[in-house]
């Protein structure tokens, strides 16, 4: 687990990334989820509990679309017995297609096969990787390895794409989210908010922001457009703080 906020824009959270908890979300009985469209190539996370528009007339999602904000509530994935739903983000890095291959491997005929392996350049790191030569990185308080990376099994080599089998451009990388319409009455938790701890209080109403995160919009009702209001000052499952929200409008 992280012992610091990995989320980029959601303050509320006290370590990992932001979570949902549903209490009472319409869509998982009207059915209204998707999960058909590509994020957009120039969104590189995407946490529960952000906003998101889907775009299907340019097929993608994004933040930009017509239509309304979309709830992005993926299916955790955590595959480390340390991990915990704080732990999970869709990362775009980690949907990036993989060639793994073996190191000094000798064959009987006395050839070796050449790693199928480059380097990953700094620039195309999320969160930086401490085995490259971009220099040492952040573990996040875990003693281990940087978050997002992944490992061949007992080499602990850095799996990557093969120069001759590297797909077009935006093939890799594809990240394709699970998304709720909500209603009105609409209830879940989260602390998945673009706002510190302690800022909101019982009856403050909250709007999407531009990059999908729930803000502050004041004590009074925004007369339009979609909004969320704060009725119970709450913590998560793990004890970070949260606020549970319903939508009002």
Request: charged residues 20%; hydrophobic residues 40%.
């Given at each position: 687990m992280a012992f610091k906020r990995l989320s980029p824009k959601a303050k509320f959270v006290t370590y990992g990334f932001g979570q949902v908890e549903p209490n009472h979300l319409s869509a998982q009985r009207t059915a209204e989820i998707y999960a058909q469209l590509p994020a957009d190539k120039s969104i590189n996370i995407l946490e529960n509990g952000q906003f998101v528009k889907y775009d299907y007339a340019k097929g993608v999602v994004d933040f930009t679309g017509p239509g309304e904000w979309m709830l992005v509530f993926n299916e955790v994935k955590v595959y480390a017995d340390r991990e915990t739903?704080?732990?999970?983000?869709?990362?775009?890095?980690?949907y990036v297609g993989n060639v793994y291959s073996?190191?000094?491997?000798?064959?009987?005929?006395?050839?070796?096969?050449?790693?199928?392996?480059?380097?990953?350049?700094?620039?195309?790191?999320?969160?930086?990787?401490?085995?490259?030569?971009?220099?040492e990185a952040t573990d996040f308080g875990r003693n281990h390895f940087a978050i997002g990376n992944k490992y061949e099994v007992e080499q602990f080599n850095e799996p990557q794409i093969a120069v001759d089998q590297a797909l077009a451009e935006g093939a890799?990388?594809?990240?394709?989210?699970?998304?709720?319409?909500?209603?009105?009455?609409?209830?879940?938790?989260?602390?998945t908010i673009?706002?510190?701890?302690?800022?909101?209080?019982?009856?403050?109403?909250?709007?999407?922001?531009?990059?999908?995160?729930?803000?502050?919009?004041g004590k009074n009702m925004p007369a339009s457009g979609?909004?969320?209001?704060?009725v119970k000052v709450y913590n998560l499952g793990d004890l970070q703080p949260a606020v549970?929200?319903?939508?009002?409008?």
């Amino acid at each position: 687990m992280a012992f610091k906020r990995l989320s980029p824009k959601a303050k509320f959270v006290t370590y990992g990334f932001g979570q949902v908890e549903p209490n009472h979300l319409s869509a998982q009985r009207t059915a209204e989820i998707y999960a058909q469209l590509p994020a957009d190539k120039s969104i590189n996370i995407l946490e529960n509990g952000q906003f998101v528009k889907y775009d299907y007339a340019k097929g993608v999602v994004d933040f930009t679309g017509p239509g309304e904000w979309m709830l992005v509530f993926n299916e955790v994935k955590v595959y480390a017995d340390r991990e915990t739903d704080q732990d999970f983000a869709m990362i775009r890095r980690d949907y990036v297609g993989n060639v793994y291959s073996p190191i000094g491997v000798t064959k009987p005929d006395g050839t070796t096969i050449d790693p199928l392996l480059k380097t990953i350049g700094a620039a195309s790191e999320i969160y930086p990787d401490g085995h490259t030569a971009a220099g040492e990185a952040t573990d996040f308080g875990r003693n281990h390895f940087a978050i997002g990376n992944k490992y061949e099994v007992e080499q602990f080599n850095e799996p990557q794409i093969a120069v001759d089998q590297a797909l077009a451009e935006g093939a890799n990388g594809i990240m394709v989210p699970r998304v709720f319409k909500t209603h009105e009455g609409d209830i879940f938790t989260t602390n998945t908010i673009n706002a510190e701890p302690g800022a909101l209080t019982l009856g403050d109403f909250l709007k999407v922001g531009a990059e999908g995160y729930l803000e502050s919009a004041g004590k009074n009702m925004p007369a339009s457009g979609m909004v969320w209001q704060v009725v119970k000052v709450y913590n998560l499952g793990d004890l970070q703080p949260a606020v549970k929200v319903m939508r009002v409008q």
